[in-house]
């Protein structure tokens, strides 16, 4: 059984950007997940007469398009890549909004980290909205739920992870 290696090191174990020029470009994408869980006095203002500071889903929104287009900002060995597209669904539950985000590209390596990017401010941005109605409010289960393109091609997230 082959050892894994990580690409984002090199030989002397230091941090290195991967470099990805020989790569094909192809269509890829990016599919992640989280939820924010939330007091159902909130629940109650998201469904109705909205949060204090104003739309809590639309900025939220807002501010997971940013984010996808500012993750090499964010993450140090993320390459800067053109983002094609990027869908938002935010829906509220009665203990918790589920994010789900999909990040579209044509480019030489992966939206993983992108897609995971989204869904991370996204929950910060609704966070930020509702904290003065609840502040425990908490951002949990972010994780990537499928990809496609590049030379691994489909992946999906087993069901037990």
Known sequence: ?????????????????????GKEISVRTATASGRVEVSAEVVALLRGAGVPKGDALAVARIAGIQAA??????VPLCHPIAIHGVEIELVVHDD????????????????????????????LALIDMVKAVDPSAVITDVKVLEKTGGKTGHWTRPADR
Do not use: N, W
């Open 69 to 74: 287009k500012r993750t090499p900002d964010l």
């Open 96 to 123: 918790h909004v589920s994010i789900l985000a999909v990040v579209r590209t044509a480019d030489r390596t992966g939206v993983e980290m992108e897609a995971l990017t989204v869904v991370a401010v996204a929950g």
């Open 1 to 21: 059984m082959s050892e894994k290696q990580f690409t984002h090191v090199d030989e002397s174990g230091a941090a290195r950007m991967v470099d990805v020029s």
